[in-house]
């Protein structure tokens, strides 16, 4: 594929600060960390990263708005443009010493998401995409969602969010009547991972709620790319702003959709 000049800059932002990433995970028992919030750390590593993250993408593109976890929002001056950063989406798998870890970054201009990276250092897997030019792998495989066409045969990736946020009990209920539906369901701690590697067609659905902005945007538009189906829990079109997904090919989003709706 060819890459637009945006979407370099956005590549370049995110290997660098994987780079980064990759230097403090041979480290983590070294790092030092703070409790955020419940199972919400932040760590050195993390703020580094989305500071290298910032700084490339405010050199390139320096009037465009910032939307990151860690930072917050900061205003833009053109009016039409937020970069969505995550810079470490899979923190706790990092500082535990799991390598399943992401550098996700999207680019929103006006209400849509129009391009997308998600970096995964210890992989060296990159992917990206840009609206109406597909999604792909290593800029040489373009990416396509499995097409298993029953949930009896799928793989479904689910997050499980803490005990105590609320939602506990709807998520045991989910998860009661999800398993015996399907060939197993897989919990990875990256929700951008988890929707690269189902634009991919490793993953063949995803449902998850209590989401923010930068753990939906690079994703939504990687397997949208990829040929498949984005929406919340009532059916309604994906948003980066409602925290919920369900997601699959055609015929799997509407299995695991209907699935969902039984749960009450």
Known sequence: MARSALLNVMVSAAIKAGKSLSRDFNEVENLQVSRKGPADF???????????????LRKARPTYAFLMEEGGEVAGTDGQHTWIIDPLDGTTNFLHGIPLFAVAIALQRGEDIVAAVIYNPVMDELYTA??????????????????????????????????????DTLQLRQL????????????????????????????????????????????????????????????????????QIVAGNETLHGQLLKTLRTIQ
């Open 42 to 56: 932040v760590s050195k590593a993390d703020l580094r990263a989305e500071q290298i993250v910032y700084d490339e």
């Open 130 to 167: 840009e609206k109406g030019g597909g999604a792909w792998l290593a800029d040489t495989k373009r990416l396509r969602v499995a097409g298993r066409r029953h949930l009896s045969d799928a793989v479904i990736s689910t997050g499980i969010k803490t005990q105590g946020t609320g939602n």
């Open 176 to 243: 009661a009547t999800v398993n015996p539906a399907v060939a197993g369901i897989r919990r990875s701690g990256s929700i951008s991972v988890d929707m690269a590697w189902l634009a991919s067609g490793r993953f063949d659905g995803i449902w998850e709620a209590g989401l923010k902005p930068w753990d939906v945007a690079p994703g939504l538009l990687l397997v949208k790319e990829a040929g498949g189906l984005v929406s919340d829990f009532a059916g309604q079109p994906g948003s980066v702003w409602n925290g």
